[in-house]
């Protein structure tokens, strides 16, 4: 554990954008997945959210912030959550989730499941696992650490989970707890805050131009005439983050410095 | 005590897995899965299986010895190897059919199988490709005011479901000692014959010393044989008993890259007794 000074990283921007993804949300389970996902999750429980009901990871709910790729000291444990508990969560609308994607389109339809041929794949990937039910049922954001061609895609192989033009397809009754509140990437932030929900660039990054972004996306993406550049971690975010939730550095290994 | 004694064999068990039964398997990933009897199988004639599996290394290891027909699955996981390579493998050939479910739906499907139902709605799948995927899915309306209309998820009735428990007596009441029991008492009640194996067979009066009421998830009414198998998780999780065995399960996802990697890995491992396989794996 050795303490990190210096001006705010690449990885600690995105930890604070993916934390202001659960700005406001309250009493509601906070559960981010991935490493920076994560510590996004618990830098926002440790200040301006601090009512989110968040996981060890497994099927407990803890109270106290957890460090990440260590063992915790110790746990303040204040609720039982195994998976099938977690079904109860999701289906009566009280999660926010922050999934991965292989693939995501424009309207925010997103791919883990495989690419190709549903016979024959040419790349089986992880499958459906709880895309289509989280983002029928719950608020859903999502984190790309890879932003580029590859992963924003004009077509998704397969919809695992639901992106907002298939949602308002459904009608405004059967999709009525569907939203995506926002995609963080390791060059910015979008959001869906348009006409047609189609996904738009909300904030840069630091050191990121539009047109980094627009080449590194594989459709037309939404860009507002000014941009304003992603919120830096204050000191109190840097401290929470450097000296207790990763303390080994770890957001930084997925999202190298530029 | 007038406890029956429900102990069988694991011959006994994989001689009720017949060519082209659905085989639920219990455990969730690479954790708690029933191992011992998944190796057994492995060792059997029996061939064109669908499995229903949260699924992990049984699945990846059933598909490349060409046990199986069909998946059905939500995802398929090594947990520390996110995705298992020789499922992975076995789908990118074309070897397998695929059953693509939400795992909420899969949770449905078993309930809807233990109830005796022959669905449950949900709104999970709508929308999403789950639907175009299996076109013999269907909807279902709400027959009251809202008139919503949801996906109504169909039994998943299993010929034999196996799984795997810390603790067993001989009337085949089980206890889970990890803290997340998954889903291992549903695969059990959407059964028709259901096989546990346990890391240590006890008596029914000891049970309480190990943990509270709580932790005996498995009733003998969910069950029709019970086999002693310790170490029979391996190499998936099975704590507080043990944890994974990380290095053995690197050397088992490597053997994905070549024929050769896995017939040594399979003579070394599969084409073994039980017994030799934990000899074998004891370092």
Redesign the interface.
């Known amino acids: 554990m050795t303490a990190r000074n210096g001006p705010p990283t690449r990885a600690e921007v995105c930890a604070v954008a993916l934390a202001e993804c659960f700005r406001g949300n309250g009493e509601i389970l906070a559960n981010p997945i991935g490493t920076l996902p994560t510590i996004g999750g618990r830098l926002a429980k440790a200040t301006f959210e601090p009512a989110l009901v968040m996981t060890d990871g497994e099927a407990l709910l803890v109270e106290n912030i957890l460090p990440v790729g260590v063992e915790a000291p110790e746990k303040v444990v204040a609720g039982y959550n195994p998976y099938r508990t977690m079904f109860d969560v999701v289906w009566s609308g009280r999660r926010h989730i922050i999934m991965g994607a292989s693939q995501i389109d424009a309207h925010g339809n997103q791919n883990f499941a495989f690419i190709g041929d549903p016979m024959k794949p040419t790349a089986q990937l992880l499958g459906m696992r709880g895309a289509p039910g989280n983002t029928i049922n719950d608020r859903t954001s999502y984190w790309i650490p890879n932003h580029s061609t590859r992963v924003m895609v004009p077509e998704v192989s397969v919809v695992s989970g639901v992106g907002y033009d298939r949602a308002d397809a459904l009608g405004p009754y059967p999709s009525r707890y569907h939203e995506i509140v926002r995609v963080v990437t390791n060059l910015c932030v979008c959001d869906f805050d348009t006409p047609d929900h189609a996904m738009q660039l909300r904030s840069l990054h630091p050191g990121v131009t539009v047109d980094d972004v627009v080449a590194a996306t594989g459709f037309p993406l939404a860009v507002p005439s000014d941009v304003p550049q992603t919120r830096l971690p204050t000191d109190d975010e840097l401290h929470w983050i450097r000296a207790v939730i990763d303390p080994l550095g770890l957001g930084e290994q997925e999202v190298p410095n530029p | 005590m007038p406890v029956p004694d429900k102990r069988v064999t694991i011959d006994d068990i994989v001689a009720t897995v017949q060519d082209g039964m659905t085989v639920g398997i219990g455990g969730?990933g690479s954790r708690r899965k029933p191992m011992a009897l998944v190796r057994a199988l492995l060792r059997s004639p029996v061939r064109n299986l669908t499995i229903v599996s949260y699924?992990g290394p049984d699945v990846g290891l059933l598909c490349r010895a060409g046990k199986v027909r069909k998946v059905v699955?939500?995802?398929?996981?090594l947990d520390s190897i996110?995705?298992e390579p020789h499922?992975?493998n076995a789908?990118?050939?074309?070897a397998v059919?695929?059953v693509?479910?939400?795992?909420?739906?899969f949770?449905l499907g078993l309930q809807a199988a233990a109830w005796r139902v022959p669905f449950l709605p949900?709104?999970?799948?709508?929308?999403?490709?789950?639907l175009?995927?299996n076109p013999a899915l269907a909807t279902v309306k709400s027959p009251y005011a809202d008139g919503?209309?949801l996906v109504a998820m169909p039994a998943l009735e299993l010929d034999v479901a196996l799984i795997h428990m810390h603790r067993g007596d001989r009337g085949g009441t089980g206890q889970c000692l990890g803290?997340?029991?998954?889903?291992d008492d549903l695969f059990c009640m959407a059964a028709h014959k259901r096989f546990m194996s346990v890391e240590k067979l006890v008596d029914t009066d000891t049970f309480l010393e190990e943990g509270p009421p709580q932790t005996i998830r498995i009733n003998r009414l969910m069950t029709d044989g019970v086999v002693e198998t310790p170490h029979g998780a391996h190499f998936t999780e099975c704590v507080p008993d043990f944890p994974r065995d990380e290095e053995f399960q690197k050397e088992y996802a490597a053997t994905a890259k070549s024929d050769d990697a896995w017939d040594a890995f399979r003579a070394k491992y599969l084409d073994v007794s039980e017994a030799e396989y934990q000899t074998a794996v004891s370092r």
Do not use: I
């Open positions: 969730w699924g699955y939500s995802f398929v996981s996110a995705l499922f992975r789908r990118q050939s074309g059919e695929s693509e479910l939400d795992e909420g739906m949770l949900t709104r999970v799948g709508l929308g999403s490709d789950v175009r995927l919503e209309e803290v997340d029991p998954y889903f």
